[in-house]
């Protein structure tokens, strides 16, 4: 009896553990997963058919394959890490031998063993530490792509936004053009008609009219494919109803110092925190290829009813040195190789940045001179030649040529508020900036802070 209570509690003893060696940060690891998966149990809000960004943005984050792809492949690594961390690693072998002799056999000739797996040796504990800091690091190396993901899928809507509304207010200037081009083309075909004036000024007029009604056509079709795009990173039917803002926001402010620029590179872009935590992982292969040398046990246990109890604990020596020592080479190379990249990307990212910050100063440079010179100027010339067209010195032609400088200007002002809010918006996929807020959402929070 006292036999089989001590063979009971040995089976115990090796089937009840089931115990996990996680690592230190798996638990805000995994609470910061479930938190990004929050909405993901929601329904979809609705997109009113003049949404501005933000709303566009939290529809595409929820809706977008590619971003759920990513949540759904950093809730896969987070797993990764409790299957690495489980103890023991081996499942439980029992065993049952009977002897017998030309009679029945009794309870003192049945043999009951237990032991680990034969298949698969039980790993000492800090291997399997090591190999759950393994998985921990790239758990995290998910977590910064599903960022970066985030940020991708933001940068591609806010472009294609502001492209698109750029498209109509460009449309709508051509419109404009084609208008009073109209106006000329008559006062030409009257002047023709009369015997004032030639044909040939007339089929100009004709033909100039037709180019402007045919770039606001083409402006139009561009715009729809843009909404299409836009349906279509909604994860919408691609003709799904959708119409630019009346008033879109634009214009926002940004702190433009290279200095805190490089300093929130380094602190917020994803794919520069993914690449470190490659090399975090790649760190911890190496520290558990290192640990390879040590050896692996196999703890046994058996019974003979009443007459005999073994335990026993075989060590297994690992004899493949030269295996062993060619698999820690590898993995120390591996992590020179991750540093490498990491250092030549924070160098190509951080020039990146300081090329964009140049682009968007001298953008709002040319925005400057067109909104405070250029576009004034020529709106005092179409009204000098306006009175002077109904004071009669002057001809309707050279008030249309007026008209048409002026709006010309309004359109690069247009292509450079639409190239502004581009780089901008690269600006704070590099930086890793707030999606909903940018640039003016961080400099609130700064200042609330303060």
Not at 130 to 158: G, I, K, P
Not at 197 to 219: D, I, P, V
Not at 406 to 426: C, S
Not at 427 to 442: H, I, M, Q, R, Y
Request: glycine letters at 6%; one cysteine or more; hydrophobic letters at 45%.
């Amino acid at each position: 009896m006292r036999a089989r209570r001590w063979f009971c509690l040995f089976i115990c003893a090796g089937v009840l553990p089931g115990c996990f060696f996680l690592p230190r940060g798996f638990d805000e690891q995994h609470a910061r997963n479930r938190a990004a998966g929050e909405n993901y149990n929601l329904p979809l809000p609705e997109l009113p058919e003049e949404p501005d960004l933000e709303s566009l943005l939290e529809y595409a984050w929820r809706a977008n394959g590619e971003v759920r792809a990513a949540w759904d492949e950093w809730v896969a690594a987070v797993e990764r890490v409790r299957d690495a961390a489980g103890y023991p690693n081996t499942n439980l072998h029992l065993g049952l031998e009977a002897m017998w002799a030309g009679k029945r056999p009794g309870w003192n000739d049945v043999t009951i063993s237990a032991g680990n797996d034969p298949m698969t040796n039980l790993a000492l504990p800090p291997k399997i530490a090591a190999a759950a800091r393994v998985a921990l690091e790239q758990a995290r190396a998910a977590e910064a792509n599903f960022h970066a993901r985030r940020l991708a899928v933001r940068e591609r809507v806010a472009s294609a936004f502001f492209q698109w509304i750029g498209l109509h207010e460009r449309a709508e200037i051509a419109h404009r053009r084609a208008a009073w081009l109209e106006q000329l083309e008559l006062s030409e075909r009257a002047r023709f008609s009369s015997g004032a004036g030639s044909q040939e000024a007339w089929l100009a007029g004709q033909n100039a009219r037709l180019e402007a009604e045919n770039q606001a056509r083409n402006l139009l079709v561009e715009a729809e494919n843009l909404r299409r795009e836009l349906n279509g990173l909604l994860g919408r039917a691609a003709d799904a109803p959708l119409r630019p803002p009346r008033e879109p926001v634009r214009g926002r402010s940004w702190p433009g110092n290279l200095e805190e620029f490089r300093a929130q590179l380094r602190a917020g872009n994803p794919e520069l925190a993914g690449l470190r935590a490659e090399v975090a992982a790649r760190e911890r292969t190496l520290h558990a290829a290192q640990l390879q040398f040590l050896p692996d046990v196999n703890p046994m246990g058996a019974i003979t009813g009443d007459v005999s109890q073994v335990a026993g604990l075989a060590f297994v020596l690992p004899l493949t040195w030269r295996k062993l020592q060619a698999q820690v080479a590898s993995a120390r190379a591996l992590v020179d190789a991750s540093r490498a990249v990491l250092r030549q990307a924070e160098a190509d990212r951080e020039a990146e940045v300081a090329a964009g910050l140049a682009v968007l100063e001298n953008v709002e440079r040319q925005q400057r001179l067109w909104t405070e010179s250029l576009l004034p100027n020529w709106q005092l010339r179409c009204q000098s030649v306006r009175r002077a067209y109904e004071a009669g010195t002057q001809s309707l032609g050279e008030w249309v040529q007026a008209e048409l400088a002026r709006l010309a200007a309004e359109e690069a002002l247009v292509e450079l508020q639409t190239l502004r809010e581009q780089q901008l918006v690269r600006l704070e996929t590099l930086l890793g900036l707030p999606g909903e807020g940018g640039f003016s959402a961080t400099q609130e929070a700064s200042h609330a802070a303060r």
